[in-house]
């Protein structure tokens, strides 16, 4: 299975500020998602990062908010925009094949917002 | 969007016991996952289901992908202390698209008493 990295492993971050999260895999792969963990919760789909177009986002996540790149099959970005303290989460890149099997996740980034 | 429901949300066993946990969901998917999650980390996963019915084991653990495609099981046989942690089910769908992200249970939260 791929082998994820994602930089920053936490952060705390100031209200207003935005927070750009990055997540190298150690091959090329097809689909790539963002999820959201907030404290003591399940895992949440923020949005799909499509290689070469725009992500797709689940109900109740925006572009604006939570912009994503993925400028290649190795690679993607979010950023949290104009953060609050309601944004304090774990966030997580996970990738998957087609026909869904090695779902990986990386060990995500702890975000505290003060 | 869809829920997965997971029962139990927390169990406390004897070591050396055996776990049972569920996950039900009011609509089909077409593949089941199962994850563990300890603290700090991303989840990991367990075992994957790909087939109505399908019965599969990984070392004492064994998971099932119901024949409805709406539930799924996981049974822990003879508990050791390293299986503390949360345990996660996750269902995924192929849209016209490709795989989707996955929908997450609540979890389990698996305490072991010495």
């Known amino acids: 299975s791929a082998v994820i990295s994602q930089k920053p492993s936490r952060d705390i971050c100031q209200r207003g500020t935005s927070l750009t999260i990055q997540c190298q895999v150690d091959s090329q792969v097809t689909m790539m998602f963002w999820y959201r963990q907030q404290p003591g919760q399940s895992l949440t789909l923020i949005a799909t990062a499509n290689q070469g177009s725009e992500a797709t986002y689940e109900s109740g996540f925006v572009i604006d908010k939570f912009p994503i790149s993925r400028p290649n099959l190795t690679f993607s970005t979010l950023t949290v925009s104009n953060m609050s303290p309601e944004d304090s989460s774990i966030y997580l890149c996970s990738v998957g094949g087609m026909g869904g099997w090695g779902y990986t996740f990386g060990s995500g980034t702890r975000l505290t917002v003060v | 969007g869809q829920q997965l429901n997971q029962s139990p949300q927390s169990m406390f066993i004897q070591e050396g016991e055996d776990v049972s946990m569920n996950c039900t969901s009011s609509?089909?998917?077409?593949?089941w996952l199962w994850y563990k999650q300890d603290p700090g980390e991303g989840p990991v996963l367990l075992i994957a289901?790909?087939?109505?019915?399908e019965l599969t084991s990984n070392g004492r653990l064994t998971a099932q992908f119901g024949i409805t495609r709406k539930d799924s099981f996981l049974n822990i046989s003879a508990s050791i202390p390293s299986d503390v942690g949360i345990y996660f089910c996750a269902g995924q769908l192929y849209s016209g698209g490709g795989a989707d992200g996955l929908t997450f249970g609540k979890g389990t939260h698996l305490i072991i008493q010495p």
């Open positions: 609509s089909i998917f077409n593949t």
């Open positions: 289901l790909y087939k109505a019915g």
